[in-house]
C-alpha cells in the first residue's frame, strides 16, 4: 500500500467498496483475473454506485483453466461473455481506479466482499494501481460466517452463482442476514 495520511486511514468510513473477481483458478503464480464487479454502498447497503467488466483473455489463457473454473465459468456464460465482450486488462484497470477516486475522493477505501483476501492478492499483483487506493482494513463477511456456523449453528444459504456482479449482492445479502440475526437477537 502507497504511504497515506495517518488520519486517512483513522477517519470512519462512511461507505464500503464491495469487490468480486473471478478467476482462471486460485494460483497467483499461473492464474489471471476474468472479470471484476464492484459496488460501492452506504453502511446501510444502499447502492451507490457499480462497476463491471469482463477482460479480454486469449485462448491458451483460457485453456489454462482448472476443471472447476472452466466447469463453473462456462455454465455461468463468463467464458462466452469474455470471447464477445471482453476488454483490455488495463483499460478495465485504469477505469476501475477512475471508478474508486470518484467515489472515495482521495480516501483510502474498505475492501468488502466474502473471503476477499484472495481477491485482494490478485488485486496486488495485477492491479498495483487499485491496489494503492485500498485501506489495510477489510471487510470481510467470510469472518462472520465463521461466527455464526461455529458459535450459533446459523446457516445462511446463497445460491452459487460465480459471476462477479451476483456475487457481491449475495455477499452483502449474507451480511445483512448475520446483522439482522444480531440485532433480533439483541432486542430478545
Given at each position: 500500500?502507497?504511504f ?22 486460485l ?5 489471471v ?15 451507490l ?25 462456462s ?16 483499460e478495465?484497470q485504469?477505469e ?10 482521495g ?5 468488502s ?12 499483483k ?16 467470510s469472518?462472520f ?7 450459533y ?21 449474507e ?14
Amino acid at each position: 500500500m502507497a504511504f497515506m495520511d495517518r488520519a486517512l486511514l483513522d477517519e470512519i468510513p462512511s461507505k464500503l467498496l464491495w469487490v468480486d473477481l473471478e478467476m482462471t483458478g486460485l494460483d497467483i503464480k499461473s492464474d489471471v483475473i476474468l472479470e471484476v464487479g464492484a459496488e460501492i454502498t452506504d453502511l446501510n447497503f444502499k447502492t451507490l454506485a457499480s462497476y463491471e467488466a469482463c477482460i479480454r483473455r486469449t485462448d491458451e489463457e483460457l485453456g489454462r483453466m482448472n476443471d472447476w473454473a472452466m466447469e463453473h465459468h462456462s455454465s455461468s456464460g463468463l467464458i462466452e461473455r469474455i470471447k464477445t465482450h471482453g476488454r483490455p486488462e488495463q483499460e478495465v484497470q485504469h477505469e476501475l481506479i477512475g471508478f474508486i477516486n470518484a467515489q472515495f475522493n482521495g480516501k483510502p477505501a474498505i475492501l468488502s466482499g466474502n473471503s476477499i483476501h484472495n481477491d485482494r492478492i490478485f488485486i496486488k499483483k495485477y492491479w498495483p494501481g487499485v491496489e494503492s487506493l485500498l485501506h489495510y482494513r477489510m471487510l470481510d463477511v467470510s469472518s462472520f460466517k465463521i461466527i455464526m456456523q461455529a458459535k450459533y449453528r446459523v446457516m445462511y444459504e446463497k445460491k452459487e452463482v460465480h459471476r462477479a456482479f451476483d456475487d457481491i449482492q449475495a455477499s452483502i445479502a449474507e451480511l445483512q442476514f448475520y446483522l439482522d440475526r444480531f440485532a433480533t437477537d439483541a432486542n430478545k
